[in-house]
Nanobody, 112 residues
Framework: QVQLVESGGGLVQPGGSLRLSCTASGSIFSIYSMGWYRQAPGKQRELVARITNNFRTNYVDSVKGRFTISRDNAKKTVYLQMNSLKPEDTAVYYC??????WGQGTQVTVSS
């Protein structure tokens, strides 16, 4: 059974940075794409960034140039480096393995 555990969320001022981490249990991590999604109050969950098993990445337009997704297969961990954060980035962030397994979510709040 796969479990995903996220960490790294918190409160940050506009313009600040955070790095989210998501560590997986199980042995299938390296063969799947990993994604970071977010859901703000009253809005649908949206894909923020995805990294494939061969390290290709894609991002939603609103975070391009500010966020970077990466993965370390040896550590079974995916990261989301978030820079130049804006209030509209406030949401619960979830990691996903292959869009089949999900973490519990971590809150990111951008506010002065």
């Amino acid at each position: 059974q796969v479990q995903l555990v996220e960490s790294g969320g918190g409160l940050v001022q506009p313009g600040g940075s955070l790095r989210l981490s998501c560590t997986a249990s199980g042995s299938i991590f390296s063969i799947y794409s990993m994604g970071w999604y977010r859901q703000a109050p009253g809005k649908q969950r949206e894909l923020v960034a995805r990294i494939t098993n061969n390290f290709r990445t894609n991002y939603v337009d609103s975070v391009k140039g500010r966020f970077t997704i990466s993965r370390d297969n040896a550590k079974k961990t995916v990261y989301l480096q978030m820079n130049s954060l804006k209030p509209e980035d406030t949401a619960v962030y979830y990691c996903s393995l292959g869009d089949a397994y999900w973490g519990q979510g971590t809150q990111v709040t951008v506010s002065s």
